[in-house]
């Protein structure tokens, strides 16, 4: 998004070119978030603004997007299942983390966020064509992987008799008809090739199985660590909503099915079944609605009600925790706003400065390059000897030891390491750090 905003035509320019990442993504989504921050974004230009306010428009109209689709699906909840329902989902929504967190963040499991609950709602509303339209758009452009979930919904809706094999064929051809040829056309004008991103993507994971060379976690692991975490206490909740609502086994029924099937591959991130969370909470929140009307017909019942108002403040404090542990999370950002503070003096300086990759992945973006006559490297794998020709170097691991004769020491960033207990402390949880990026400045040559 920096780079269409900044570049705009001038795809040369772009930083894809020179990084282009494991796998090419879809411009489609970050053109629409720049469309709608340029006038933002120009009057910050205008003001003589840094880059780094262009990142604060970018990620809050990226934010008003999703919550504006959010919003849309919750009103379908509401029509669907009844006002409590609505109520306690947007009760539950606020009082988590996650996806508050990741709605911000440009990400494409974000970009995808807002057709799927736009396709989501038209499911609730019983519009299956514009359901199935909408669904496409967010499979064949952001995530293909989003068949097993938004396709789940499909399959109950045929077995039901709600929508005809008819329909499904001639809606998916008139929609394959669409988005890809406006997938294909945009991102090989921006990659300056022929290329359907997401193809190329699910070729990746699916065909070549390399998505585990990022890591690989447990088969049940997205249901014992990362709904947890994501839905905090609310999570009790789930399973007594077949029970006291039977309406919402069409919401259990392809969220579950989606997380199975996903699990089936190695490598896992909570962000690859963000698109659950409303879906799950919707289902929470109708256990709560119930419990909340019937809260005045017995003792049981009051009791019960508090409870469910505790475990509101329960989910606050949880998300307020991770909250502090996140803003631990970015050493990066944080490296690179030291560097630019400490060299402030030094911005007419044409300074060549290389980010390490750990930097590159907690922080550092093209918006937090700011000094328009420095170069900023993230070249990987560069020898000692190569990076030792840069005047700043900002480092991970054991890497600054090889510079102490050519480099002297500016500062170092912590990051999170863990959590410990310590009941003779209040409070009792000690959140702990540890180094994590160096940042060194190259010594002059006085001979």
């Known amino acids: 998004m920096h780079d269409l905003l900044h570049h705009g035509a001038e795809v040369e320019k772009y930083d894809h070119h020179t990084f282009p990442g494991v796998v090419p993504r879809t411009f489609l989504g970050p053109l629409c978030v720049?469309?709608?921050?340029?006038?933002?974004?120009?009057?910050?230009?205008?003001?003589?603004?840094?880059?780094?306010?262009?990142?604060?428009?970018?990620?809050?109209?990226?934010?008003?997007?999703?919550?504006?689709?959010?919003?849309v699906y919750?009103?379908?909840?509401?029509?669907?299942?009844?006002?409590?329902?609505?109520?306690?989902?947007?009760?539950?929504?606020?009082?988590?983390?996650?996806?508050?967190?990741?709605?911000?963040?440009?990400?494409?499991?974000?970009?995808?966020?807002?057709?799927?609950?736009?396709?989501?709602?038209?499911?609730?509303?019983?519009?299956?064509?514009?359901?199935?339209?909408t669904a496409a758009s967010s499979i064949l452009i952001f995530r293909g992987e989003l068949a097993m979930f938004l396709g789940a919904v499909l399959l109950m809706e045929l077995l039901v008799g709600k929508v005809t094999i008819l329909r499904v064929v001639v809606v998916g051809l008139v929609s394959l008809c669409v988005w890809v040829p406006l997938t294909v056309a945009?991102?090989?004008?921006?990659?300056?090739?022929?290329?359907?991103?997401?193809?190329?993507?699910?070729?990746?994971?699916?065909?070549?199985?390399?998505?585990?060379?990022?890591?690989?976690?447990?088969?049940?692991?997205?249901?014992?660590?990362?709904?947890?975490?994501?839905?905090?206490?609310?999570?009790?909740?789930?399973?007594?909503?077949?029970?006291?609502?039977?309406?919402?086994?069409?919401?259990?029924?392809?969220?579950?099915?989606?997380?199975?099937?996903?699990?089936?591959?190695?490598?896992?991130?909570?962000?690859?079944?963000l698109y659950t969370f409303p879906v799950l909470n919707t289902a929470a929140a109708a256990s709560a609605a119930r419990f909340w009307i019937n809260r005045s017909k017995s003792l049981f019942s009051r009791l019960f009600s508090l409870a469910l108002l505790g475990h509101l403040v329960i989910n606050l404090l949880a998300s307020s925790s991770l909250l502090y542990i996140s803003s631990l999370n970015y050493p990066g950002g944080q490296a690179i706003r030291l560097l630019h503070q400490l060299e402030a003096e030094n911005t007419n300086t044409p300074l060549t400065v290389h980010l390490d990759n750990l930097a590159c992945q907690t922080g550092v973006s093209r918006f937090t390059q700011e000094v328009p006559g420095w170069l900023y490297d993230k070249t990987e794998q560069l020898t000692i000897q190569e990076l030792g020709k840069f005047s700043h170097l900002v480092l991970a691991g054991d890497k600054p030891k090889s510079f102490l004769e050519t480099h002297k020491f500016m500062g170092q960033v912590d990051s999170f390491s863990g959590v410990k207990f310590n009941y003779t402390h209040f409070p009792p949880v000690i959140v702990e750090t540890k180094p994590a990026l160096y940042l060194l400045k190259k010594i002059k040559d006085e001979s």
């Open 74 to 133: 919750r009103s379908a909840v509401r029509k669907r299942f009844g006002v409590e329902v609505s109520t306690w989902l947007t009760l539950l929504t606020l009082s988590q983390f996650h996806f508050m967190f990741y709605s911000s963040r440009t990400l494409p499991n974000t970009m995808a966020l807002v057709p799927v609950l736009l396709s989501l709602s038209f499911w609730l509303n019983s519009n299956p064509t514009m359901f199935i339209f």
């Open 186 to 273: 945009v991102d090989s004008f921006f990659w300056g090739r022929l290329l359907w991103p997401e193809a190329e993507v699910m070729y990746f994971n699916l065909v070549l199985n390399k998505s585990s060379d990022w890591g690989v976690q447990p088969f049940l692991w997205y249901f014992y660590s990362v709904l947890p975490r994501a839905l905090g206490s609310s999570i009790l909740l789930i399973p007594l909503a077949p029970i006291l609502d039977r309406r919402t086994i069409i919401l259990l029924f392809p969220c579950i099915t989606f997380i199975s099937l996903y699990s089936l591959l190695p490598h896992k991130e909570l962000r690859f079944i």
């Open 34 to 71: 720049s469309i709608l921050s340029f006038p933002l974004t120009s009057i910050v230009t205008l003001l003589g603004g840094s880059k780094f306010i262009h990142q604060l428009i970018v990620r809050a109209v990226l934010a008003c997007m999703v919550l504006g689709a959010f919003r």
